[in-house]
């Protein structure tokens, strides 16, 4: 529901702000909008019921996008904010990653201790085969 919700959203606010002349810029935002957004919902799939907004550890996801990335839903959420602001053509919108980088690697970070706590070996292996 949550991924319907926020492509409905996506959706409305892709035509309420279409660019009246697509430029490079523009279209560079679009695609990396688009597939940021179908890597994020197909990460959000595959994280299924250990989905949580808290750091948790309910079970220990490494199958499809998880194997290669441990925090694929910030990655791919962060290329649908990038594109965004390119596709609206606004870049210096795009220091907003001065402070949701740091946010999210924090996060990583409390996640990643709650999921060597849980998991130990299991995890320091699968930590050490991918990345962020």
Do not use: H
Request: net charge positive.
């Amino acid at each position: 529901m949550l991924t319907f919700i926020v492509a409905a959203g996506i959706t409305l606010a892709t035509w309420q702000y279409r660019p009246a002349v697509w430029t490079p810029m523009a279209v560079v935002g679009f695609c990396l909008g688009v597939s940021g957004f179908i890597l994020w919902t197909i990460a959000r799939f595959q994280l299924g019921s250990s989905f949580a907004v808290t750091a948790q550890a309910r079970n220990l996801v490494t199958q499809g996008l998880y194997s290669r990335f441990r925090n694929p839903i910030y990655v791919f959420g962060s290329f649908v904010i990038a594109g965004g602001i390119l596709f609206v053509q606004r870049p210096a919108l795009l220091l907003i990653f001065l402070v949701l980088i740091p946010l999210q690697v924090w996060r990583a970070g409390k996640e990643s201790k709650v999921l060597e706590e849980k998991f130990g070996d299991e995890y320091r292996k699968y930590r050490a085969q991918t990345w962020f």
